[in-house]
Nanobody, 115 residues
Framework: QVQLVGSGGGLVQAGGSLRLSCVAS????????MGWYRQTPGKQRDLVAS???????NYADSVKARFTISRDNAKNTVYLQMNSLKPEDTGVYYC?????????WGQGIQVTVSS
């Protein structure tokens, strides 16, 4: 079992930046994927960005060139640097850890971008 604790987030004006962090602990071994998802009221949780343990990344089209996901495997930590934020980036962000069929979620982190 893997536990995830996220931090960061908050309120920022459009055009600003925020950085999210998520630390994983527990049974972490082998190839895995860490990622960030965003959820807004009444909608499903959608992938924002993900990164595998080897470093390859994947981004939602809406955040490409603005967001950067990275990880420090030694610290079991994943980061999401969010630049040029837009009001539509507002939502609750969730950290995710996945290995094989097992998936763990961190607590939601509110990100609010004002116009």
């Amino acid at each position: 079992q893997v536990q995830l604790v996220g931090s960061g987030g908050g309120l920022v004006q459009a055009g600003g930046s925020l950085r999210l962090s998520c630390v994983a602990s527990g049974s972490i071994f082998g190839a895995n994927v860490m990622g960030w998802y965003r959820q807004t009221p009444g909608k499903q949780r959608d992938l924002v960005a993900s990164i595998i343990s080897g470093g390859s990344t994947n981004y939602a089209d809406s955040v490409k060139a603005r967001f950067t996901i990275s990880r420090d495997n030694a610290k079991n930590t994943v980061y999401l640097q969010m630049n040029s934020l837009k009001p539509e980036d507002t939502g609750v962000y969730y950290c995710n850890f996945r290995v094989s069929i097992l998936s763990s979620w961190g607590q939601g982190i509110q990100v609010t971008v004002s116009s």
